[in-house]
């Protein structure tokens, strides 16, 4: 069975503790070091649901929602997926703060340095870590998009795009564990990061980057057109092949899914899956330019429309959306399917305006920096 591009330290040896990757309370919590964590601790729950709706039911098995290279599901064929080597060294810290930061350095007196949610480095001593959970391996990393001071676009009973994203990423981690996948969220709480210290993540576990969550904003752009095909956009990293496969895998089941719901859906000519360039030549979506590996950024659906936002925000539409992308990473981790939806845009290079907000740093309170700031501290173009 094929794995998804050699990425990842996956040697075929048994997983770790089941659920969505391999936990462990970290070593301040116990005084012990970084590097001594073991992974037999009980997983704590990182995700409180606080969405209306969100006690979803059961992720849909995982057999269920496999498309078939003709299109239909196929019951049958859901990917075997190669389980991670775990060598027990923490690479990224899952804080009870509600956000995962990357392990720079141990230090020899108990205290971390990590990369904080804001880009900046960080000293964390064993009172500020008590309760985190360690990470030393993932097939995945899962970044709810939005959060903090960005809510996203509003939806239904006020729900934001960042509560939205939370609960699909809570339910995400869920359905890919099902599979034998497993991720780690850059965010379990609503608070700010920094783009730059979502794909830190990724980068620390060697780990491919799905930002799931993002939802077309503006249903009466000029080009928007209303009808039974859904609208999803899934962007991929420009110029990387293993991205291009992931996004087209992950396109072909979501959008089944969400044609089984029943329409109608808003879409545009960006519809499909697809990549664009800045004035700078780079990906026009920034945690894709940012990116060194396969990454992907899913638009699901119009969150600007009241209509269909309501339909995303019931616990059947929140699982089932959950459901398919996970089955369509798991095809990619354990198959060779190509996906489907490519889309060639026309090759027009544009410049977005950025959306700059200040970035709060949850850390603050907690440790002073370990050195100096990065200008993401500042200000910081959300994903």
Do not use: K
């Not at 981690?173 to 210290?197: I, M």
């Amino acid at each position: 069975m094929t794995g998804a591009d050699g990425r990842g330290r996956r040697r075929g040896r048994r997983a770790g503790p089941a659920l969505a990757f391999a936990l462990a309370a970290i070593a301040a919590a116990c005084g012990t070091g970084v590097d001594e964590v073991s992974l037999d601790e009980p997983v704590p729950t990182l995700f409180p649901s606080t969405v209306p709706g969100g006690e979803a039911e059961a992720p849909v098995d995982p057999g269920s929602t496999v498309v078939s290279p003709d299109g239909g599901l196929d019951e049958d064929s859901a990917p075997v997926v190669a389980p991670l080597d775990h060598d027990g060294r923490a690479r990224v810290l899952l804080l009870p703060a509600g956000v995962t930061v990357p392990v720079l350095a141990a230090l020899d007196d108990g205290s971390v340095e990590v990369r904080g949610p804001c880009g900046n480095r960080v000293r964390l001593d064993a009172t500020a870590t008590a309760g985190a959970v360690s990470v030393d391996a993932a097939h995945l990393v899962v970044d709810p998009a939005h959060g903090g001071a960005d809510p996203g676009v509003v939806g239904p009973d006020g729900i934001g795009e960042a509560d939205q994203n939370l609960e699909l990423a809570r339910l995400l981690v869920d359905a890919l564990a099902a599979r034998g996948v497993e991720a780690v969220p850059t965010r379990t709480a609503d608070v700010d990061l920094a783009v730059e210290a979502r794909v830190a993540v990724a980068a620390a576990l060697d780990a491919p980057l799905v930002v799931i969550g993002h939802h077309t904003a503006d249903p009466g752009a000029p080009d928007a057109v209303r009808g039974p095909d859904p609208g999803v956009e899934v962007w991929y990293r420009t110029g990387d092949a293993a991205s291009r496969r992931l996004g087209g895998l992950v396109h072909e089941e979501l959008a089944a899914a969400l044609a089984a719901l029943g329409g109608p859906w808003w879409h545009d000519d960006e519809a499909g899956v697809v990549h664009r360039l800045n004035q700078r030549a780079e990906d026009l979506r920034r945690p894709l330019a940012l990116a060194d590996g396969p990454a992907v950024v899913v638009e699901v659906a119009a969150w600007g429309d009241a209509d269909e936002a309501r339909r995303l925000a019931t616990g059947e539409a929140r699982a089932r959306i959950a459901d398919a992308v996970a089955a369509g990473v798991a095809r990619w981790l354990g198959s060779d399917d190509p996906g489907s939806g490519y889309r060639d845009l026309q090759p027009e290079v544009v410049e977005a305006p950025a959306l700059v907000t200040p970035c709060v740093d949850v850390l603050a309170g907690l440790a002073a920096p370990a050195g100096a700031p990065s200008d993401a501290n500042d200000g910081t173009d959300r994903p």
